[in-house]
């Protein structure tokens, strides 16, 4: 069973609001992953760290979403003014490595609603 | 474009019998093909993955037969129960770069 802990499980906010989630990865994993599954069930990935260093992130987090991994602290993502196509359910997963034969453990997800 | 792709959309078994879920992918930077079992309100949870060596992998009542050639794999689930009724997410995951990328899930219907 996955121990990655996301908080809080819902979020609803209005158009134009500040979004932030956190996420406490496996303990010993030191990669990250943020995810963000839309209504259809489709991911889209986000951003990814190792330890407190991104290693790669996509447009859209580059503009609107900052996101962090602090050390001795929780991961965050925030969306700093929030739209209605942002409403999604934002999945953190992690890793002992990012190379690609190791296993991706989510949790359960920050369902994002806004109004 | 990497792409994963799944079918069926949408699976409906008796309980009992067995549930064959498909998945293709594109890209041959694909290594590693986890499958993840979705209930609602909930995150995707590991159900069982396989490495690119290997052609089988079996876990209990799940089952995954992997093609390398044809680029194709799919999970088999004997013995179907009401519980494992879910969305299946078939994924792959990129060598290079460690991002998943995932299919569009089938979601299974047991009936009791």
């Known amino acids: 069973n996955s121990k990655v802990i996301q908080t809080p499980r819902y979020l609803v906010k209005g158009q134009g609001q500040k979004a932030k989630m956190r996420c406490i990865p496996e303990?010993?994993?030191?990669?990250v992953f943020w995810y963000q599954q839309n209504k259809n069930n489709e991911f889209k990935f986000l951003i990814n760290?190792?330890?407190?260093?991104?290693?790669?992130q996509i447009d859209m987090t580059e503009k609107r979403f900052s996101a962090e991994c602090p050390s001795n602290s929780p991961c965050s993502l925030e969306i700093q003014s929030s739209e209605a196509g942002d409403s999604a359910l934002y999945l953190c997963a992690s890793s002992l490595n990012w190379g690609g034969q190791n296993t991706l453990y989510f949790g359960a997800g920050t369902r994002l609603s806004v109004l | 474009q990497q792409q994963v792709r799944q079918s069926p959309q949408s699976l409906t078994v008796w309980e009992g019998e067995t549930a064959i879920l498909n998945c293709s992918y594109e890209?041959?930077?694909?290594?590693?093909f986890p499958w993840y079992q979705q209930f609602p309100g909930e995150g995707p949870a590991l159900l069982i993955s396989?490495?690119?060596?290997?052609d089988k992998k079996e876990d209990g009542r799940f089952t995954i037969f992997f093609n390398k050639r044809e680029k194709k794999l799919s999970l088999h689930i004997t013995d179907s129960q009401p519980g494992d009724s879910a969305t299946y997410f078939c994924?792959?995951?990129?060598?290079?770069?460690?991002?998943?990328?995932f299919g569009d899930g089938t979601v299974l219907t047991v009936k009791p």
């Open positions: 303990k010993g994993h030191p990669v």
């Open positions: 890209d041959s930077t694909f290594n590693y």
């Open positions: 396989i490495r690119s060596v290997s």
């Open positions: 760290f190792q330890n407190q260093e991104v290693l790669q």
């Open positions: 994924a792959a995951r990129d060598t290079n770069t460690g991002k998943l990328t």
